[in-house]
């Protein structure tokens, strides 16, 4: 085949990955042949092909340059190898290439790894002129890395990329430069602990795994510095199971234009470990833990999410906010499930919006719609971590927004909203703090007032919502300035949890919210399903998780 012909053939394989992340749902199903929902899947092994081996001292590039696909190349353990490396496009072909460690058998399937395994990984290093450890040439596919350790040599280089999947810039513009099939597995991904690096992996390709991997120590002062970044790139990606660590911005997708004009579309991010540490405080730039400013189809599920505070943001650490403003032409945040996570230590909860009043072109437009903020626990938020410790920020006409079925504990308001109110939202069966104003809006009473305002049609049922009824004073009877249904005890010891001040947030067989929910389960969350999908043995096994 000629190389016209390949590259002919790689950009119709590209253009059908964009036109499935533009189709609506169902027409996504339908053309991949499935009933339900698509994400991508674990690469299964290569083929049988050649094995090339790259001891100390050796070339890897020309390694890189010589295999085929279905071939393997191992990498020397505990060697240091110098970047840049470009994983090069091998024509035609679904067979992966392989780069693993010497050692690979010794770093088990399925379970996430660490520093103290890096003995067991080759060692890719910057070259200190500013360029990333790892690239991609435009359309280069079918790539696996599986026990390496991908680091900064110099702490005192300047970098932008440690690992470059595709092209952020206007440059990647052409559907058939998409990089598409990467997985990245046990691998060790880290900036210098004296250095500063703006991002671990840059995630502008197409098809992209990330998979138990340990991603750490990016950090900048006065820029946003991330673990995990994309904006330039179509989906699906399927990142599970890591330990992922950044000041700024942990994880975000949208934020900058880049050539394509896409939304990254069908992203599974589950079970990961998402946090920074808090010495960080007062030294380099934070702003959340994890952000959507464009993005479609997007599960986040059985993740921790911790350590958020007060610096060049408010102090959300989640934020669903349509961006078009600073992403681009197509952005919006639709179809989002977040369900069955743990946040905790932040200085705020949520931060959901409909619109970018910034983006002059259409400010009003609803770009955000149907998300789910489901058997969450929140925890610790507010307090020492700064900001108003508010649960969920809303506003500027966000549609289909459902909050049900979490435990909070803030001490700040249930919600500040503002901007265009919402449409079809729903509040139920949640065990959250009133505090001093509960639900709040912008030149709006407490209570009814803000929902009449912000929220209405919306459904608010079978909430403990604890603390709003003072003995004394205007907001004495929390009943006239709610909706009827919910419940109100007046302390958190009246809510009975197991050992709320040993961190077990279960209802205790006597708490008068067990089964009290409109489905039949105990109001707030489901500590059995939320378990399950982290895969904790418990919760307080849970929150001890920071590795």
């Known amino acids: 085949m000629s190389s016209s012909a390949r590259r002919r053939l790689r950009g119709a394989a590209v253009l059908l990955l964009l036109a499935l992340a533009a189709a609506p749902p169902l027409a996504l199903n339908a053309a991949c042949g499935a009933k339900g929902e698509q994400r991508p899947r674990r690469a299964e092994g290569t083929a049988s092909g050649s094995t090339i081996t790259v001891a100390a001292g050796e070339d890897l590039q020309k390694a890189i340059e010589r295999a085929r696909p279905g071939d393997t190349i191992n990498v020397e353990a505990g060697a240091s190898f110098e970047g840049p490396f470009t994983l090069t496009d091998k024509g035609a072909g679904e067979q992966y290439i392989t780069i693993q460690s010497s050692a690979a058998t010794r770093l088990a399937a399925g379970a996430r790894v660490g520093p103290a395994q890096s003995a067991l990984m080759p060692k890719l290093l910057t070259a200190g002129r500013g360029e990333p450890a790892l690239r991609t040439a435009p359309g280069a596919h079918h790539w696996r890395l599986v026990g390496l350790e991908i680091a900064q040599r110099d702490a005192a280089a300047q970098l932008y990329d440690l690992v470059k999947l595709g092209d952020g810039s206007a440059a990647q513009s052409k559907l058939s430069d998409v ?15 004296d250095g500063q690096l703006k991002r671990g992996v840059a995630l502008n390709s197409a098809a992209t795994e990330i998979l138990d991997s340990y991603i750490s120590g990016f950090k900048v002062k006065g820029q946003d510095a991330s673990a995990i970044g994309g904006w330039n790139g179509p989906g699906p990606y399927r990142i599970v199971n890591n330990h992922i660590e ?57 993740n921790l999410f911790e350590h958020n505070w007060v610096d060049a943001q408010a102090g959300y650490a989640i934020l669903f906010t349509p961006r078009p403003n600073d992403s681009n032409d197509a952005a919006l945040v639709e179809d989002v499930s977040f369900t069955n996570n743990v946040v905790r230590g932040t200085a ?47 506003g500027e006409g966000a549609e289909s927004v459902t909050v049900d079925h979490n435990t909070v504990l803030n001490t700040g308001n249930i919600t500040k909203a503002s901007g265009a109110p919402l449409r079809s939202f729903s509040f139920t069966n949640n065990v959250v703090a009133h505090n001093d104003y509960g639900v709040h809006g912008d030149d709006a009473a407490v209570g009814l007032g803000a929902i009449n305002r912000y929220f209405p049609g919306s459904t608010w049922s079978r909430n403990a919502i604890v603390g709003a009824q003072p003995p004394t004073g205007p907001f004495a009877d929390p009943e006239s300035r709610y909706p009827p249904g919910n419940f109100f005890p007046r302390r958190w010891d009246d809510v009975k949890m197991v050992d709320r001040a040993g961190g077990d947030y279960r209802l205790a067989p006597d708490s008068p919210f067990r089964h009290r929910a409109a489905d039949g389960k105990d109001v707030g969350c489901d500590f059995d399903e939320l378990l399950e999908k982290t895969g904790a043995p418990s919760l307080q096994a849970l929150l001890r998780t920071a590795n």
């Open 179 to 193: 990089p598409h099939h990467f997985v990245i597995e046990r691998c060790y991904i880290h900036a210098a602990p």
């Open 348 to 394: 705020a909860g949520v931060n959901v919006i409909g619109s970018d009043p910034l983006y002059e072109r259409a400010p009003s437009e609803v770009r955000g719609r149907r998300i789910q903020i489901r058997n969450n626990l929140f925890a610790d938020v507010g307090g020492q971590w700064g900001g108003d410790g508010v649960f969920i920020k809303l």
């Open 246 to 302: 950044s000041a700024g911005v942990t994880v975000h997708f949208g934020g900058a234009a880049g050539g394509l004009n896409v939304v990254p579309s069908d992203i599974e991010f589950t079970r990961n470990t998402v946090t920074r540490p808090p010495e960080w405080r007062g030294v380099y730039t934070v702003k959340n833990l994890f952000e959507l400013k464009n993005a479609r189809r997007v599960t986040v599920s059985g």
